[in-house]
């Protein structure tokens, strides 16, 4: 049985062979941009009694069909590379212009443009000129090793691990309009700090190009391509999320990473819960705690606070987080891994038994640990603690049971009614 299965794309559809890493110029994707795909599928279909033979011994039968629909819902996959690394993604006519001439020309239109209405106020601030960057997509450099070319969240930039991206993209300034491609920068600058609005922030986001370094032109970031989106989303949720850091840290001289626990979002609920662009921010994350997406980006926080406000510098986050410098390097005292004496009885037999060293605790303030092995008293440089919240805190005044507990008490944990194990 032969048949054949076309599957018609619609016109706005993009399809893309990402799974290919491309090189420059060479192993490029040669799959057309828009185009109706086909399929043509060829199958063997073995006759009823097939199951009853052996393979030798199957009889087929061939049946010629043609079958044509039209199948919704397929999309394909996110792009991994800007489109600029594909072949046959250009769009017509569609000229790569240099960014110094385009720079001039943006210039001149610009200066053009306030002779002509000198008289209205068409520039929001004369301390910097902004040209609008639309249709971009950012990226790693070639030179990455592990990750040439690859699309990446601007979030990530001026980082220890990736101080700087490429992007492509449509400069423009009034009716001039020009694409450039593979433009080097390191700066990114986001406004509106302090602000109530959160959504301000999508507009309020710019980069200054290598080129631009000694001079006070910036690209504002306007809409990006339709394979960067979800990049510049998760930036933006970012940008809000610092926005947010910022504030919260201020008067808080000894923030923690504990803060973010439930602290934070307390208190951005109670700041900024009337607002629907803070609401939707948090559904996006869907937690109210944050220290797993703060621990994840202390790199950007840190650039933006810091830069933002330099007494910042100082909070006990950056040495939890950042420079992992809040627990003290400790000496290693021994290479044996200390355990209680039961279970020093249920492993000691094994290969790694002379690993283990049998230790029972010894109750009180005394600063010592006696070892069951050789019953000698092994003194310490800081007297031995149990890790239990104090007697003063909320949880023990709540929880008896948690007060309770001593030295030497055997703890279990109860079986979670609703856990499925499959």
């Known amino acids: 049985m032969i048949g054949h299965l076309e599957i018609d794309l619609p016109e706005s559809d993009r399809f893309f062979d990402a799974f290919e890493s491309p090189q420059h110029g060479i192993g490029r994707s040669s799959l057309p941009c828009e185009r109706s795909l086909q399929v043509d599928s060829y199958l063997h279909v073995l006759s009823p009694d097939a199951s009853s033979t052996s393979e030798d011994d199957v009889q087929s039968t061939d049946v010629t069909f043609q079958m044509t629909s039209t199948v919704k819902g397929i999309y ?9 690394r594909y072949q046959s993604c250009e769009s017509p006519g569609l000229t790569i212009s240099n960014e110094g001439s385009v720079v001039a020309e943006l210039v001149e239109e610009q200066g053009r443009r306030k002779a002509l209405n000198s008289g209205e106020d068409l520039f929001e601030d004369d301390d910097f000129t902004e040209f609008d960057l639309t ?17 990446i969240s601007l979030h990530a930039l001026a980082t220890r691990f990736h101080p700087k991206f490429l992007f492509d993209g449509f400069l423009s300034f009034g009716d001039v309009r020009r694409y450039v491609e593979r433009i080097p920068f390191e700066i990114c600058s986001i406004g509106n700090y302090g602000v109530e609005d ?67 979002y307390q208190w951005a609920d109670q700041k900024h819960g009337h607002s629907k662009a803070f609401q939707a921010w948090h559904s996006k994350y869907g937690s109210d705690d944050f220290r797993g997406h703060v621990s994840t980006n202390i790199e950007f926080l840190y650039n933006e606070a810091v830069g933002l406000d330099w007494t910042l510098h100082k909070l006990a986050i950056w040495r939890e987080l950042r420079d992992a410098k809040a ?29 283990l060293k049998a230790v029972t605790p010894v109750a009180g303030k005394g600063a010592y640990i006696r070892c069951q092995d050789t019953e000698k008293l092994i003194e310490q440089d800081h007297p ?35 856990l499925e194990l499959s």
């Open 76 to 84: 394909p996959p996110d792009l991994v590379y800007p489109k600029s």
């Open 327 to 355: 627990i003290p390097f400790q000496k290693i005292k021994t290479s044996e891994t200390f355990v209680t004496p039961y279970v020093y009885d249920l492993w000691n037999h094994l290969p790694f038994g002379h690993h």
């Open 198 to 264: 959160l959504d301000s922030i999508e507009t309020e986001v710019w980069i200054k190009s290598d080129l631009n370094i000694k001079s006070d032109i910036f690209y504002r970031l306007r809409s990006p391509a339709l394979e960067y989106v979800r990049f510049f989303e998760a930036f933006l949720w970012t940008a809000r999320l610092s926005n947010l850091f910022v504030e919260f840290a201020r008067n808080r001289p000894y923030l923690s990473v504990h803060s973010f626990r439930s602290d934070f």
């Open 135 to 151: 249709d971009f997509t950012i990226y790693l450099p070639g030179t990455n090793v592990q990750h040439p070319y690859e699309l």
């Open 384 to 418: 031995a603690k149990v890790f239990f919240p104090s007697r003063e805190h909320d949880i023990m005044r709540n929880r008896p049971d948690i007060a309770n507990i001593r030295i030497g008490d055997v703890l279990a944990v109860t079986k979670d009614l609703h």
